[in-house]
């Protein structure tokens, strides 16, 4: 999968995961995606990682512990997958409404640098009880995007 001319828009790559995770399990449902970025551009893999509801789905609801991990490595590499059992329960994620490039825009809003390595997940968050971009930067801090209004999360 090639990489979009803009590094941190996941569309494609997402939906290249997506039907990898459908024909995996045609109930999957996101349970995480990870990615490092520095300087606004990915590093490393890019993981997108798949669980099977315990329940109809909706974000928030257990997955079961099976997971696919499509891994995605930024510097245009062939895409792996691998399944996994987790020890950690997840709950499982719908697709954002608000895209990673958009999070990570609203992000550097803040003041945080762009020339700096930061963790980013989109996970769901039990702290803010709802699906969340969640950025780590270089000195552990946290920062919070909602994923679906595009906003920074206060609390």
């Known amino acids: 999968v090639e990489l979009p001319p803009d590094p941190l828009n996941l569309m494609k790559l997402s939906l ?9 399990n045609a109930d999957s449902a996101i349970a995480r995606v990870r990615i490092d970025v520095d300087g606004g551009r990915p590093t490393g893999s890019i993981e ?14 257990a997955l079961h512990p099976e997971r696919l991990i499509v891994s995605v490595p930024s510097d245009g590499g062939a895409v ?8 950690q329960p997840q709950k499982a ?7 990673f490039d958009i ?3 609203k ?13 980013a997940e989109y996970i ?3 702290r803010h009880a709802r699906p969340v971009f969640q950025f780590t930067t270089a ?3 946290q920062h919070f995007i909602d994923a679906d209004q595009c906003q920074l999360v206060v609390r």
């Not at 997108?48 to 609801?61: A, K, M, R, S, T």
């Not at 992000?107 to 963790?119: E, H, P, V």
């Open 16 to 24: 290249d995961a997506r039907a990898r995770s459908r024909a995996w």
């Open 48 to 61: 997108f990682e798949y669980g099977v509801p315990q329940g109809p789905l909706v974000p928030g609801v």
């Open 80 to 87: 792996t997958q691998r399944q996994s059992r987790s020890t």
């Open 93 to 99: 994620l719908t697709e954002p409404n608000c895209p």
């Open 103 to 105: 999070a990570f825009q």
């Open 107 to 119: 992000l550097l809003q803040t003041g945080i640098a762009k020339d700096q390595r930061i963790a």
């Open 124 to 126: 769901f968050s039990a």
């Open 139 to 141: 000195d552990a801090r």
